[in-house]
Nanobody, 123 residues
Framework: QVKPVESGGGLVQAGGSLRLSCAAS????????MSWFRQALGKEREFVAG????????YYADSVKGRFTISRDNAKNNVYLQMSSLKVEDTAVYYC????????????????WGQGTWVTVSS
């Protein structure tokens, strides 16, 4: 089993940047596809970005395409989400998730979840 732990959230002004990190322990990290999801207050959890186990393929929600970049370092058991040109509507709790399958936009496809980290974008 892999246990993801997110860090790097915080308060940032609109137009700014933030980098989230997810450290995964307890399993063979390179066997898992990893994704970031987010959940705003009163809304459902939504897919943000995903990366294959090799890092060779990445996937993005249309709302973040061109602004966010997902990457991973299998040697360090970390996955990252570089967020730029942040908007107020990006405000949410961001979750890191792992799946032994392929990247999916459905939360139910993921076996392991972190506790989440808050990202607040002010206007």
């Amino acid at each position: 089993q892999v246990k993801p732990v997110e860090s790097g959230g915080g308060l940032v002004q609109a137009g700014g940047s933030l980098r989230l990190s997810c450290a995964a322990s307890g399993g063979t990290f390179s066997y898992y596809a990893m994704s970031w999801f987010r959940q705003a207050l009163g809304k459902e959890r939504e897919f943000v970005a995903g990366i294959s186990w090799t890092g060779g393929r990445t996937y993005y929600a249309d709302s973040v395409k061109g602004r966010f970049t997902i990457s991973r370092d299998n040697a360090k058991n970390n996955v990252y989400l570089q967020m730029s040109s942040l908007k107020v509507e990006d405000t949410a709790v961001y979750y890191c998730a792992a799946t032994s399958g392929i990247v999916s936009g459905m939360p139910t496809a993921y076996n392991y979840w972190g506790q989440g980290t808050w990202v607040t974008v002010s206007s």
